[in-house]
């Protein structure tokens, strides 16, 4: 028997050790993160009420970084998420208190304007060849003047108590439905990925879009459905955020939009380390509000949740790039 085949069924375990502790490295830091907190705050951290409220108030957030999570599988950027949130929220709210068209009405129109944006993001990246970054944060910054506009530069309120009973009042073992939407969307959004052609195409377009034109996929096709449904995800966690407020501010939803990139990188370390996805997304959003639920409860001042946010971006590419072995990013 040769050296090498000696030594290779000592290297595959080992191996396969390495790749374990990283899919699931996240998930231990955040039950570290959690156990920490506990032991420092036994009488208020560990808590139903704390969790209870933890899981449910983070769904606007989970479903915008689900829908950043799309265009970035396929190689994309979509910096207009936060500004869509908004911008639904505040159709919804208008048409609701202002316009009186109901709120089945608003819902309906509200998913109907993100997907028409993310088709407007499409349009101009795939016809004009311009990169999503400028576009997508081109429109953004549109569509806040467009919340400005139409808003009066005011909060609404008054939405209808169907939807908020339907997002946070009602519960399920406590926790607000808002947090099973969300879950529910990460668990389709992992089915269709792993077990659907279309969520296979959408890999296979991120890996490579030269690759993927010379294997027959639509490449094209492929980004511009990433991006429709982008936006409609992104109004959907524009429905919940009104939903869970019982009105529309034209401002505050965006500054979840370094949160929610935060979180997809993060994620792209975990479950399936090398690449975006909705479950290890899904455990970045909540290891990130336990931090910064946890500081918040010590005392830490409000700043102190910027710097982290700020901070676990930065930290979460770096990750991402060392489990991708430091190959470049290739977002063309």
């Known amino acids: 028997m040769s050296i090498a085949e000696t030594t290779r069924p000592r290297r595959l375990p080992a191996f396969v050790a390495k790749r374990e502790v990283e899919r699931f490295a996240l998930l231990l830091a955040w039950l570290v993160l959690f156990l ?3 032991a420092l705050l036994p009488d208020t951290f560990l808590t139903w009420r704390t969790v209870s409220s933890m899981l449910g108030s983070q769904a606007v957030l989970v479903v915008l970084a689900l829908a950043i999570l799309v265009p970035l599988t ?3 950027f979509d910096l207009s998420a936060a500004s869509t949130l908004v911008f639904a929220a505040m159709f919804l709210a208008v048409s609701d208190v202002t316009w009186g ?3 089945g009405w608003s819902v309906a129109a509200a998913l109907t304007i993100g997907a028409l944006i993310g088709a407007v993001n499409a349009f101009f990246v795939l016809y004009f060849r311009i990169h ?12 806040n003047g467009m919340t400005l506009w139409i808003s009066d530069s005011r909060t609404i309120a008054g939405v209808s108590m169907q939807l908020v009973e339907l997002v946070v009042i009602k519960r399920l073992l406590g926790v607000p439905l808002a947090f099973y939407y969300g879950l529910a969307v ?6 269709a990925l792993e077990y659907t052609i279309a969520g296979r195409k959408l890999l296979f377009v ?3 879009r030269e690759v993927a034109r010379l294997n027959g996929v639509s490449v094209n096709r ?3 459905a990433s991006f429709v449904l982008s936006g409609l995800l992104a109004a959907l966690a524009g429905v919940l955020y009104a939903g869970m407020t019982g009105s529309a501010d034209p ?10 990139f935060a979180a997809a990188f993060l994620g792209a370390t975990a479950i399936y380390p090398g690449r975006f996805n909705p479950i290890g997304t899904l455990v970045g959003v909540y290891f990130l509000i336990t931090g910064i639920t946890g500081l918040t409860m010590l005392g830490a001042d409000a700043f102190v949740q910027s710097l982290f946010y700020g901070g676990a971006l930065i930290v979460a590419v770096s990750l991402s790039q060392l489990v991708r072995r430091r190959q470049p990013q290739n977002f063309g």
């Open 36 to 38: 920490t907190f506990g």
């Open 74 to 76: 396929s190689g994309d």
């Open 101 to 103: 068209w109901g709120i």
């Open 132 to 143: 999503s970054l400028i576009v997508t944060l081109g429109l953004g910054t549109f569509l």
């Open 186 to 191: 990460a668990i389709v959004m992992w089915w």
């Open 206 to 208: 991120g890996r490579g």
């Open 222 to 224: 492929v980004r511009g």
């Open 251 to 260: 401002t505050s939803g965006l500054s979840l939009l370094l949160p929610a």
